[in-house]
C-alpha cells in the first residue's frame, strides 16, 4: 500500500467510525498502515499500539496527527463525510447500489439528513418494487446517479449535529 492510499484509507474510515459504522478497532489496524507507509507521530504510533478496547480515547489525537478531520460521533459533518465515502464505494463498484440505500435507511431514517434523504426514498423504492414499473436495475441507475451528485456535493455545515 502506498502512502496516499492508506491516508485516503484513513480518511474515509475517520468518516465512516463518527457514524459507527467501522469500530475504533478498525481504525487501529489503518494507524498501523499509516505507519507502515511512512505517516509518524507519537500519537499515531500510540494508536497503533494501543488495545482496541481503549481506542476511541485515542482517535482524535492520531486523526488530527496525519491531518485527517476529525469528526465527533454524531456531526453532521461526519454524517455526510461518510455518506460522500460510501457513495465512492458504490461508484467504484466497491459496493452494490441497494446496500448504499440501506445503510442510508438504517442510519438516518426519512427527513434526518438532507444530503442522505434521496437514497433513504431509494430504498423505499427499493421494497416497492413488485408494485412499480421500475426495475432493479432502474433503481440501481438512480442511485448512481444520486451517488454521483453525493460525491459532488459539499455542506455549509460542519458543527452541527443531525
Not at 505507519?35 to 481506542?55: C, N, S
Not at 423505499?124 to 414499473?133: R, S
Request: charged share 25%; net charge negative.
Amino acid at each position: 500500500m502506498e502512502a496516499a492510499e492508506a491516508l485516503d484509507k484513513a480518511r474515509d474510515a475517520a468518516a465512516l467510525w463518527s457514524v459507527g459504522y467501522i469500530s475504533a478497532a478498525e481504525l487501529v489496524e489503518i494507524a498501523c498502515d499509516l505507519l507502515v507507509t511512512g505517516h509518524d507521530g507519537p500519537t499515531l504510533a500510540m494508536l497503533a499500539g494501543v488495545h482496541t478496547r481503549h481506542a476511541d480515547e485515542e482517535v482524535p489525537a492520531a486523526l488530527r496527527e496525519v491531518g485527517l478531520d476529525f469528526y465527533p460521533p454524531g456531526s453532521r459533518a461526519g454524517a455526510e463525510a461518510a455518506v460522500r465515502t460510501l457513495a465512492r464505494r458504490v461508484l467504484t463498484g466497491l459496493m452494490e447500489p441497494s446496500a448504499l440505500t440501506v445503510w442510508a435507511y438504517r442510519t438516518f431514517g426519512h427527513d434526518t439528513l438532507e444530503l442522505a434523504e434521496r437514497l433513504v426514498e431509494l430504498d423505499d423504492v427499493y421494497d416497492y418494487l413488485d408494485v412499480t414499473d421500475m426495475t432493479q436495475q432502474d433503481v440501481d441507475a438512480d442511485v448512481i446517479a444520486e451517488a454521483r451528485r453525493v460525491v459532488g456535493s459539499t455542506s455549509l455545515t460542519h458543527t452541527d449535529n443531525f
